[in-house]
C-alpha cells in the first residue's frame, strides 16, 4: 500500500478497530473466567494470574497496545512519525507474537479446551486466536509505511517467547490447579512435563516453536525491508 495521507489513515482507524476488538475480547473471556470461580468458590486470584499467563492473552495485550499507539500516531504524525524506530520495532515484535498465536493454535490447540478458568467466550476465542493474528499478517504485508529494521531486530523480536518459555517453566510446579487440583498448571498441554512424553516432548516442541519464531519475525523483517522506502530505521530511535 502506498504512503498517500488517505491510506495511512484508513489504515490507522483499522489498527485502532482492531485494538478495541481485542480489549473487548480479552476483557469478556476473563470476565466470564472469574465470574465462573467465583461462582464456584474457587480461587479467584491463581485464575487471574494463570488468566496473563497465557501466551495468546499476553501476545493481544501487547498487540492492543501496540495497535493503538500507531494508529494514534498515524493519525495524527504521518509517515514520519510511522516509521520511527521505536514504533516500527514494537509493530515487529507485536505482529511476530500475534503470527505464531494464529499458527499454534490452529494447528496444535483448536480442539483442546484449555484450562482458563471457563469455558471459551466463541466470539472472543475466534478474535485472539484467528482474526486478530490475521489482521497482524496483513499489516505486515500491506500496511503503508513500512518499517525497515536492522537484521538484529530479529533478536528483540525472539526475546518475549523466550522468557515466557522461562517463566512458564519455572512457574508451573508452583502453581495448584484450581480445576482439579494438581499439584501443577501449565497454560498448555505442550509444555506440560507431567504429560505423555514428559520432558522430551516439552523440548521438543520449545525448539520448533524457538524455530517457527526465529523463521516468522525474519519473515516480518525481510518484507520490512523489501517495502520500505528510505533507510533502515535503528530500533532505539523512538
Sequence with gaps: ????????????????????VIAA???????????????????????????????????????????AWAGIVGLRGGPGRLDSGGLALALAIASTNMIITG??????????????????????????HLIAPIFLLLDVLFAPARRALPWRAVI?????????????????PLVTSPGNGDP?????????????????????????????FFVVASGIVWVGRRQARGPVVEPAVA
Excluded: C, K
Design 25 to 67: 475480547a480479552i476483557i469478556v473471556q476473563l470476565v466470564a473466567s472469574i465470574t465462573t470461580t467465583a461462582d464456584a468458590g474457587g480461587d479467584v486470584a491463581t485464575v487471574v494470574a494463570n488468566f496473563f499467563s497465557f501466551f495468546t492473552i499476553l501476545s493481544n495485550a501487547i498487540a492492543l497496545i501496540v495497535l
Design 103 to 128: 499458527i499454534v493454535y490452529n494447528a496444535l490447540l483448536r480442539n483442546i479446551v484449555l484450562p482458563q478458568g471457563s469455558e471459551p467466550v466463541p466470539w472472543s476465542n475466534e478474535v485472539l
Design 156 to 172: 528483540a523480536m525472539i526475546a518475549f517467547p523466550l522468557v515466557w518459555t522461562a517463566y512458564t517453566l519455572l512457574r508451573g
Design 1 to 20: 500500500m502506498t504512503r498517500t495521507a488517505p491510506s495511512i489513515r484508513l489504515w490507522s482507524i483499522l489498527r485502532l478497530v482492531m485494538a478495541g
Design 184 to 212: 501443577f498448571w501449565y497454560p498448555y498441554p505442550f509444555m506440560n512435563p507431567n504429560n505423555p512424553g514428559g520432558w522430551p516432548s516439552v523440548i521438543l516442541y520449545v525448539v520448533i516453536i524457538a524455530v517457527a
